[in-house]
């Protein structure tokens, strides 16, 4: 989950084999692969605001401890330091995930999964992943939040190879909703990806995977993320802020209806020098295909000045977002919402 790196950038940077969302222009060859995050762990840390030891996280002898409560099923998913089992709560039969953390492969830096629990206790949000419990022994953490019966929109993507728009739009606009939650809160994720938005039924989805959230209390310096999804200002380190979490979405978006990402190279130096320059290709066939409004929003999300970009809670005020998403008292009352904090966005 967590990866160190060395202080300069060139070493964060280093060479490696192609991890993330890859797919060629021509989308032959489908080629999806799930993206280790890396860590920065030398940057200034300064403005973040992380808790300290969690209250909300019981202390337990050891995992069987938890089947006193859960019925642990088989692995149904597994990260870098982390195993994801099915679980039932015994008392009503609810149907969980279970996530079990390993803390020596966590380097010291427990606080942030002490952060996750707190921050996932503040949230209360239809697209925001509910935390049903947690627990600790000395080795382990155990997480358990509600079950996502049809996976996560990385697989879907995977199978699929690319989304329409109405979909698309959907789940941008549901995401959008649960930023600007979290970022009315003065809360940064800086992790949105496809793995980290679970599918329930009918395409909802719902925001998990807090490991890297904190509250923002000034320009943060802390260079971490998924390197496909990371913005620009992250890659300088001048100072950003919950405009990072709008980029992220922008390169989500492109991902769902191209089929692959915006930047795309197997050497991670080059990879961030196209992130930092930030130039987007509609002339390709897929980008030819869309729409003008689908066009429109993912140039202004996918903007290199984060002040120029739209706010997460602007984004579903987008004519595009209002034509694929909203019945027709919805898209009246959107429109007069839009008209009146002057969105001035294209038609």
Known sequence: MFRSRSSSITSIHGRSSRKGISLDRNNNHIRIDR???????????????????????????????????????????????SRVYF???????????????????????????ENEVEIMEMCNHENIAQLVDAFKTSHKYFLIFDYAQNGDLFEAIRVRGKLGEQESASIISQTASALAYLHSR??????????????????????????????????????????????????????????????????????????????RSSD???????????????????????STRARDIIGRMINVRPEKRPKAAEIPLHPWIVQHCSDSDDSLTITKQMNAINLDFEE
């Not at 039932?88 to 427990?110: H, P, S, V």
């Not at 209390?217 to 709008?246: M, Q, S």
Request: some cysteine; hydrophobic content about 40%.
């Open 268 to 290: 991670r130096n080059r990879l961030f020098r196209l992130i930092m320059q930030g130039r987007l290709h509609f002339d390709l066939p897929e980008g030819r295909k869309l």
């Open 35 to 81: 993206q280790t995050r890396l860590v920065h762990n030398t940057s200034k840390h300064v403005n973040e605001g992380f808790f300290g030891a969690s209250e909300n996280i019981r202390v337990v002898n050891a995992r069987s401890c938890l089947e006193r409560s859960y019925e642990i099923g088989p692995l149904v998913g597994q990260g870098n330091f």
């Open 186 to 263: 003065k809360i940064v994720h800086r992790d949105v990806k496809p793995e980290n938005l679970l599918l329930h039924s009918n395409w909802h989805i719902r925001l998990c995977d807090f490991g890297l959230a904190c509250t923002v209390l000034g320009p943060l310096f802390r260079v971490c993320g998924t390197p496909t999804y990371c913005a620009p200002e992250i890659l300088r380190e001048c100072g950003y802020g919950t405009a990072v979490d709008v980029w992220s979405m922008g390169i989500l978006l492109h991902v769902m209806l191209f089929g692959y990402a915006p930047f």
């Open 87 to 113: 679980a039932l709560r015994r008392k009503d039969d609810k149907k969980c995930a279970l996530k079990e953390i390993d803390k020596t492969q966590l380097r010291g830096k427990w606080f942030f999964v």
